[in-house]
């Protein structure tokens, strides 16, 4: 299209597809890495928060896309945020171990998006000595689950040996026929990339936010990272969802303790 | 794919996704953007158009793209327009303000041309030297307001305290979760480039355009600004919209004066 | 995505969003371009591929493109024909005048394949000297019109004034809002490249393909051509369309000349 | 979209669109390809992975891309495969044919995607010496066929005589407006590479996976080879998916030889 009045036509450059940040470019070692993207129940996105609070890990870089929807959070405060992906980091945890954290407010929203964001992520992680990935997310099973089994996924049988002394589950049936979105990406191409890697899902209601389940992933992941960290945090959020399902449940009961009016005029 | 019949095969360049087409290029210093592009109950539309009309700006650029619907508008007398956003400016004006305006016949219809053309008006505005931007919206509440107020959000605690004081409400909770949009985006990306940016939304139905509406967002607008604008215009609107929402209420109420023809029979 | 195993990645070339494959190329002066794809009642359809007929006029280019549906047509005996648009001329018809004809089986389907379409489009009329650019369309009323209007809307007033002279009506209120797709977008776009250019919109239902349309639409680009045409082809269609929808209207009305059952039974 | 804090952006290379990682680069001659992704009932799918079978192909390439869901299948004892699209090879087979196959989880999700897939996939046929293709497919009629017929499409006449020879039925009315996805375009582009190509659709219900319909397409498909292979497999299949249709029906149809209890009741 050429112009045909006026006398120029700017030829700008366009955002690049994805950008990233970095605050700090941390150096580390066969580093692990730990993906917990928004997900079923945000199982995944419970667990890694967790655990960077736990650990005290400190955030290094911030990546905005075309991929993520055209929005910005509103803080306390009336301050705004782009939405984003965030790359938070802790050196020598537990007994020596450095992890890198992906967690954010959106996975891409379609799926080029969710191609180019694991792909790009993964060339990072490349950059950091990153050796093995573990993406954390929720099993939804359309109940509630008192004890939410950690259903697992791997690129190798070795992994698969190693994560099944943690009690992880690893059936086809169980896991029905595919894992969508970051969680499953992430191994899918990170296999290409000959990084060692494995997914922990939470069984998980679908139906609320799910710490209960994120504890569950949890308890697992930490003995795969080798880390000690405390559950209150969790098991307080565990209880306010209880209460609020326990709550919901009850309205939609018949309450035998309450006589409907109907009834009341009989006697 | 190879010609495999016939002498030639053209290889044409295609149009850019975004296209800008400057009638003039303004000489502007500190100036100040104001966006009030489509959205809910065009709140940011009716406040840009009744400022620029006020103030006496004048058209500089055009913007058409493929991130627009693929569509001509029908002037008056049967001339078409291709859809486009408008780039129009003022100097000196109040108490000596440059003022930059963009309004259009749509924002980008899809995430990805949301951030593209967001992030080309940012290149504009870097440009023409443009150092504060306002974004003006709507924030629908789902019922009639009569008094709106204007809830805003900005990229700066300073900005924050500065438009508290022309009675512009930042919390949290009143806000939701986000903004979405062309007058998000511009803050968040903004941010990115430098600049201090601040949106504002007056509270609204978002059943039916609204001046009323719009006029709140000008009273705090103008004084952020400096300017003095006359809203006549805008309260004559108001009052038409007022009357059409009246009859649509009249036909939804019961009528006491008007009985029903059954109860007649019985009298 | 690096290949870690196997020997070799392709880095194979991708087919080209639009491919234009030239049978033949003419050469023209002062061309003008009749556009009839798909769209409401088929209306710009049926007129240019009854006025290619009518003129005797050669194919000479295919478009193929993936910003058409994935498909191929099955043609009679079974051969296959992947779909695409068309470039046919005449040359010298009526008083003298070159013409060129995009018709096809699909407009682009999504806003961007629209757009890059009819940008292409454009430029390959540049290249064969058209100057004046007639789209052809249905205007849906949503009931059967026994004398259809032809509605215009033209790139420059004078064009509107020669217009009216065949009988196109030119007002806003009657066009609505907007004219889509390839018959606006020629026009939009078409004005960037400096050409002068109108749309016909034949009244239609919207129902069902319309040939009576198509018939009023030709009568008004014909005399603007300076061509004559027998229109018996469309009126034997029109006439097939008229007794379809008097049966479908027959379905639906009353009989009296057949009591319903309970009426018998009554007498 | 520059960085005003950080000290460096990352321009990241981004994985390709469609990536394809070679186990193998078979050398063939003269070469057939036949196509069996996912479609209808999954008869291209269940004829093409039956043939691969019978006549031991080995896989030789992998393909994936942007273009397929972002999503891992989960196999057999928690092992994790990137959804993708597979070529398998046999030299020789029957009377001396070289034959590529393409099988995998899906078809490209989007149009653009399934022309570039189409399109890459041919120019590696062009790579490996194929001279003619064979696209295999479902036709849903919407009802449970017993002898399911095989329809056929063509790129020329001398394929269509040369096919009705085994059967296939070409007629326009039957085979309906178009061939949609791979089995289409895969005819639709290949005429421009000068491939010479045929689609076999296998009578379908539309409802279920269909075995029985592989099976008229294979022993189409067999005899235009000039292979044997065994069916057993498929007819076994094909005995289940009977023996659930038919458990499906009964459920659904009155049950004489079980009274009802109001009529035995009335007993």
């Known amino acids: 299209m050429e112009n045909t009045e006026g006398d120029s036509k700017e030829e700008l450059r366009l955002m ?11 150096k580390l070692k066969n580093a692990v890495f ?3 993207l928004p997900g079923i129940g945000n199982v995944g996105k419970l667990a890694a928060e967790h655990l960077i609070d736990e650990l005290g890990a400190e ?3 911030e990546i905005v896309s075309k991929h993520f929807p055209p929005q910005v959070m509103v803080t306390d405060g009336g301050l705004v945020k782009l939405v984003n992906n965030e790359l938070w980091y802790v050196k020598g945890a537990g007994k020596g171990v450095d992890i890198v954290f992906l967690v954010g407010d959106y996975q891409g929203i379609n799926p080029e998006g969710q191609y180019e964001l694991s792909d790009f992520i993964l ?8 050796k093995r990935i573990f993406t954390l997310g929720g099993y939804g099973v359309g109940k509630i689950i008192d004890k939410p089994r950690v259903f697992g996924a791997a690129t190798d049988e070795g992994l698969v040996k190693e994560m099944e002394e943690f009690g992880v589950v690893f059936t086809r049936s169980e896991t029905g026929t595919g894992i969508n979105g970051a969680s499953g990406l992430l191994l899918g191409l990170g296999a290409l990339y000959g990084m060692r ?3 922990f899902m939470g069984e998980t209601s679908g139906y609320f936010v799910d710490p209960k389940s994120a504890r569950s992933v949890l308890e697992v992941l930490t003995k795969a990272l080798g880390v000690e960290v405390d559950f209150a945090d969790l098991e307080e959020k565990a209880k306010q969802i209880d209460s609020i399902t326990a709550r919901l449940r009850e309205q939609q009961e018949p309450k035998p303790e309450e006589p409907s009016k109907d009834l009341g005029y009989i006697g």
């Open 59 to 61: 955030k290094f870089a």
């Open 16 to 26: 690049d597809d994805i950008v990233i940040r970095y605050l700090e470019k941390p």
């Open 197 to 199: 890697s494995v997914c």
């Open 34 to 36: 730990v993906e917990g």
């Open 123 to 130: 060339q990072v992680l490349q950059d950091l000595d990153v």
